[in-house]
T-cell receptor
Framework: DGGITQSPKYLFRKEGQNVTLSCEQN?????MYWYRQDPGQGLRLIYYSQIVNDFQKGDIAEGYSVSREKKESFPLTVTSAQKNPTAFYLC????????????FGQGTRLTVV | AQTVTQSQPEMSVQEAETVTLSCTYDTSESDYYLFWYKQPPSRQMILVIRQEAYKQQNATENRFSVNFQKAAKSFSLKISDSQLGDAAMYFCAYRSVRDDKIIFGKGTRLHILP
């Protein structure tokens, strides 16, 4: 089955610790995205990548980092510099051409205590 | 920079009635894609409908249709014969053809009244 897998579904971390959220896709998509969802804020773009070894900052990149060493993987690290990291995080992927819509994983709920 | 605005945080509609959700966007690009996504309580994002900017014809998918006004930068979603299963958050999204960036509005929570 083709799709996007985010793990884990729930993640708890202590304040001041870095944490990495996993996102893997087997759809052979070139583009991948990370969004943060907070109540009343919609989906805000953190980072996106159009191709392996390249990525661009989105609207709220501060306190986050990413890597794109493989086409199928786009991990997101939430660093201790992120002031309010508790949120729901969604990963998505898309082809560069054609239908162009984003396919989403099931999300990771990160709680920092 | 592109922006997407959904001005209705919440809406309600009677079951079997028709409802229209509004979306406006701002861009200097001439070619792009627009989408409506549905997010039910499971939080899984589901594509409802898509529209290519170069196509003048409005997209339709069964009970869902859009009113795409390119000059006005407006992209509303009409849901006909509303069903209880349509209750969800609905997000409008814009995709740039130039750099593949996809941005979303803040969403509209739709309630279906039985």
């Amino acid at each position: 089955d083709g799709g996007i897998t985010q793990s884990p579904k729930y993640l708890f971390r202590k304040e001041g610790q870095n944490v990495t959220l996993s996102c893997e896709q087997n759809l052979n998509h070139d583009a991948m995205y990370w969004y943060r969802q907070d109540p009343g804020q919609g989906l805000r773009l953190i980072y996106y990548s159009q191709i392996v070894n390249d990525f661009q900052k989105g609207d709220i990149a501060e306190g986050y980092s990413v890597s794109r060493e493989k086409k199928e993987s786009f991990p997101l690290t939430v660093t201790s510099a992120q002031k309010n990291p508790t949120a729901f995080y969604l990963c998505a992927s898309s082809t560069a051409t054609g239908r162009a819509e984003a396919f989403f994983g099931q999300g990771t709920r990160l709680t920092v205590v | 920079a592109q922006t997407v605005t959904q001005s209705q945080p919440e809406m309600s509609v009677q079951e079997a009635e028709t409802v229209t959700l509004s979306c406006t966007y701002d861009t200097s690009e001439s070619d792009y894609y627009l989408f409506w996504y549905k997010q039910p309580p499971s939080r899984q994002m589901i594509l409802v409908i898509r529209q290519e900017a170069y196509k003048q014809q409005n997209a339709t998918e069964n009970r869902f249709s859009v009113n795409f006004q390119k000059a006005a930068k407006s992209f509303s979603l009409k849901i006909s014969d509303s069903q209880l299963g349509d209750a969800a958050m609905y997000f409008c999204a814009y995709r740039s053809v130039r750099d593949d960036k996809i941005i979303f509005g803040k969403g509209t929570r739709l309630h279906i009244l039985p």
